[in-house]
C-alpha cells in the first residue's frame, strides 16, 4: 500500500504580512512562490519538522498556532499541512531560497505562487484580513 509523503509548512506571519520564499530548487519549480517548509523525517512530528524547517531554511525558532485547512494535495503522492506560525526568535534570511518576502493581504497575488499553495494562500488571505 501506498501512502502519501507528509510536507509541513508555515504560514509566518507577522505585523499583518506573510512571509512568501521563492523557491530555488529543483527546476520545474525554480522561481516559484510557496510556504516555507518540507518533509517531516520518519518518526518525527509533523509540529516538530516544521519548527526543524524553519531553523534550516530560515535561521527562526518559530511557535505554530492554528493548523490551515486540512490535507492540502500536492500531486505526486505528497500531501501538505500548514501552520501559521509566528516568529519566537532570529530574522528570516534565504537559506535555501532564492528571495524572501513579507506581503500583506493586498500583495499576495503579486508574486506567482506556486500551483499547489494557491488555495492555502486563500485561506490565509482570509485570516490577514480579519486581522
Same mark, same amino acid.
Given at each position: 500500500m501506498l501512502t502519501d509523503v507528509l510536507v509541513v509548512g508555515a504560514a509566518i506571519v507577522q505585523g499583518g504580512r506573510l512571509l512568501a520564499a521563492q523557491r530555488a530548487e529543483p527546476p520545474e519549480l525554480a522561481g516559484g512562490w510557496e510556504?516555507? $517548509?518540507g518533509k517531516v523525517d520518519p518518526g518525527e512530528h509533523e509540529v516538530d519538522a516544521l519548527v526543524r524547517e524553519c531553523e534550516e531554511e530560515l535561521g527562526? =525558532?518559530? @511557535?505554530? $498556532?492554528? @493548523?490551515? $485547512? $486540512?490535507?492540502w494535495p500536492l500531486g505526486s503522492g505528497y500531501i501538505m499541512r =500548514? +501552520? &501559521?506560525?509566528e516568529i519566537v526568535t532570529g530574522v528570516p534570511e534565504p537559506r535555501e531560497h532564492l528571495? &524572501? @518576502? +513579507? &506581503?500583506?493581504a493586498d500583495e499576495l497575488y503579486g508574486v506567482p505562487w506556486l500551483p499547489a499553495d494557491l488555495p492555502i494562500v486563500r485561506a490565509v488571505e482570509d485570516f490577514l484580513r480579519e486581522g
Open positions: 510556504f516555507p $517548509g527562526v =525558532v518559530v @511557535r505554530p $498556532g492554528h @493548523r490551515v $485547512g $486540512g490535507d =500548514v +501552520w &501559521l506560525a528571495e &524572501l @518576502r +513579507w &506581503l500583506s
